[in-house]
């Protein structure tokens, strides 16, 4: 798996006339290495693979990584400074190093410490080898989702008026380790009527009795993995504003997936959802990005959004999560993991989008 992936980062590198690329990114030194620790910066060129790291994690990288060099420094020396000297042994190269993820004084660190260098910012480098899952990263994305989906379950089958959004947060994370995973791969969203207007609100000390409705945002982390959904619980039998509202947003979340396949614009799927949902006259409420990739990161490309052009492939995994919110009242959104294949879409998670199975009577 690790080989596959340093195979498609060099080939990156002789695409763009590099002769190695300084990998900064914590996520992404991870993805590359299978490193879980902090503090290490990766360095790969057409005939090596080093980690740049410190003693503390000697033997962690021994049993994570045993197929990269290890370049070890010891207290007296910070890990910028280490990589500094390490690479002035490269002589006259072209080095890239990934500019979103190191600060303004880093870069400039390099740039004055490597004269003999030509180094070339580079961006999304490692995020274009992401977006397309291998058979061992949907397995653990499945898993994420299925960690979260049983947290859900347990955690919304206990529901009581006196609950407040913020201890049903805290359930959610119990749940989810109790279920396997390692944690929410997000802070959780439980938002009862109009504080559901807002698209990331932050749960309140505010019980749940006299309300109607609760979004709930969350997902499990899995060995690194993220999950990401989103459901509407009527509490009590639904209003007709409410029964409207989802209808809609399940409408317009069906036209998206109908529209999701490998090869197709990612715009396009944007515009299936927001197309349905303008249609009913609620265009001005629809205020985000139809979807994004998810994976390591709970927020990664690709985007799905009015602009991009670029093509959705086979193997990306994404979220499709259209809502409506209208300030006073509340707001509805539903939001699932999605698998793009060559002749479609795979819904990976299961939990029931109808308002019907949703709805607590108290």
Known sequence: MFEQR?????????????????????????????FTGDSAYALVTPDAAVVLCDRRYEEQLAAECPQWQHRIRGPAISLLDFTVQELA?????????????????????????????????????????RMVKDADELKLIRTAIAQAEEAYRVVCGGLRSGDTELEISWRLEDAIRRAGGSGCSFPPIVAADGHAALPHATPRREPLAGHSLLLVDWGALNQGYASDL???????PPSEKLREVHRIVHEAQAAAFAAVRSGVPRADIDRAARDVIRGHGYGDCFSHALGHGIGRQVHEVPRLAEGQTELLEAGMVITLEPGIYLPGWGGVRLEDDILVTDHGAERLSS???DLEAQTVIW
């Open 351 to 353: 939990l029931p989008l």
């Open 89 to 129: 042994g490269m002589g006259k190269a072209r080095l890239g190093f990934e500019q979103e993820h190191l600060s303004y004084q880093a870069a400039s660190s390099l740039y004055s410490g490597l004269k003999d260098i030509q180094l070339a910012a580079c961006s999304g480098d490692v995020e274009r080898l």
């Open 6 to 34: 340093l195979a498609r980062l060099r080939a990156r590198l002789s695409e763009r006339e590099l002769d190695g690329i300084l990998i900064s990114g914590e996520t992404n030194v991870r993805y590359l290495t299978g």
């Open 230 to 236: 989103t459901r509407v619980i009527a509490l009590g």
